[in-house]
């Protein structure tokens, strides 16, 4: 950064290859210079665990952000390879076996780390309604 003494402005200068930039194309490559290439990591709010192998005892990572029903129906699709236009509805396993609406409030409440197998219904041609119960077996992160 230089300081013009006569204007008192401020200006941003940044030397390169023997070339020197100004203002805001000094400010661009300094960014570029000390922000990583890479995306920042995203740190999930809620861990699901979903069984893709019951006989074997796989499962397959769930990462939500934003922790509403569209992104878990998304997300248990993709493991499944489904579309999510070809879900239905989705319920989870609630007390004494009751099926519950999946929504946003629902999602929000379920147990980080928490790990469920997946039963499906046809509902109609390519239509599906899934049923996330809970899994006895815990994995480790």
Known sequence: M????DS????M???VGGHKAYGQDAVLNNLNMT????????VPKLTLYICVDPRERVYQAV???CLTSSEL?????????LHSSQV????VEGPNGIKLVLNDLLVSHLNDHSTYSISTVH??????????KQSEHTPTP
Do not use: H, N, W
């Open 13 to 15: 200068v940044q030397v």
């Open 35 to 42: 922000v990583p290439s890479g995306k920042m990591p995203i």
């Open 123 to 132: 509902d109609g041609p390519e239509r599906y309604q899934l049923l996330l």
């Open 8 to 11: 008192g402005t401020t200006a």
């Open 2 to 5: 230089v300081v013009d003494m």
């Open 63 to 65: 990462y939500l952000t």
């Open 73 to 81: 129906v998304s997300k248990v699709c993709a493991v499944l390879g």
């Open 88 to 91: 239905a509805s989705m319920f």
